[in-house]
């Protein structure tokens, strides 16, 4: 079974400036997707980032890219000046490139709480 | 709709009642997934359909749980007899391809809190 693992429970950061949250993951799999979502107090998830894992070139979406280092198997997301509007809980996500259903579930990290204090 | 709407937002249930919360996906989305959050932790993954078929259920945690969805569009999460650990937020997902490799569009979840 895959793993998500995110260490920094919390992290701030101030605005303008740059922050790196750290994911790593456990699978045997060689082919899967990765994704980075955002969760604010309204408790919708908002896909931030995907990347999948036979693309070697990192993704990029505006402010916020990845660093996916796969034999590592981290995935850690950068976010570039910082807005107050980025201050949300994060989470990592993991889903397996094979078909059928149970493949297609997510799994999550447990999240990173990112304040970006003005 | 414009996005996947749940309701009710809020649900108090006294121990041993009976809930029900309601996911309505975006119009059209094959797939639909149920999660429960609870508190300080990320969502774990309880069922899936793909249109009006449960093809996956391995992550209910109990028979006191059944999710349906009839007609492929609005789906149900059930919950008998609740008890004090189905606390949580219980999220609903849908996406537009059967295999959700571009992501998923999440709803606000319903928080049960059971007292």
């Not at chain 1, 060689?30 to 969760?39: A, G, I, N, P, T």
């Not at chain 1, 980032?49 to 916020?64: D, G, L, S, W």
């Not at chain 2, 078929?53 to 028979?63: F, H, N, R, Y």
Request: aromatic share 12%; glycine share 8%.
């Amino acid at each position: 079974a895959q793993t998500v693992t995110q260490s920094q429970p919390e992290m701030s950061v101030q605005e303008a400036e740059t922050v790196t949250l750290s994911c790593t993951y456990d699978t045997s799999e060689s082919d899967y997707y990765l994704f980075w979502y955002k969760q604010p107090p309204s408790r919708q998830m908002i896909l931030v980032i995907r990347q999948e894992a036979y693309k070697q070139q990192n993704a990029t979406e505006n402010r916020f890219s990845v660093n996916f280092q796969k034999a590592a198997k981290s995935f850690s997301l950068k976010i570039s000046d910082s807005q107050l509007g980025d201050a949300a809980m994060y989470f990592c996500a993991y889903r397996s490139y094979n078909s059928g259903g149970s493949n297609y579930k997510l799994t999550f990290g447990k999240g990173t709480l990112l304040t970006v204090n003005p | 709709g414009a996005g996947v709407s749940q309701s009710p937002r809020y649900k108090v249930a006294k121990r041993g009642q009976d809930v029900a919360l309601r996911c309505d996906p975006i119009s059209g989305h094959v797939s639909l997934f149920w999660y429960q959050q609870a508190l300080g932790q990320g969502p774990e993954f309880l069922t899936y359909f793909q249109n009006e078929a449960q093809l996956d259920k391995s992550g209910l945690p109990s028979d006191r749980f059944f999710a349906e969805r009839p007609e492929g569009s609005v789906s149900t999460l059930k919950i008998q007899r609740t008890q004090q650990e189905d606390s949580a937020v219980y999220l609903c997902a849908s996406s537009l391809s059967w295999s959700g490799a571009y992501g998923y569009t999440f709803g606000s979840g319903t928080r049960l809190t059971v007292v």
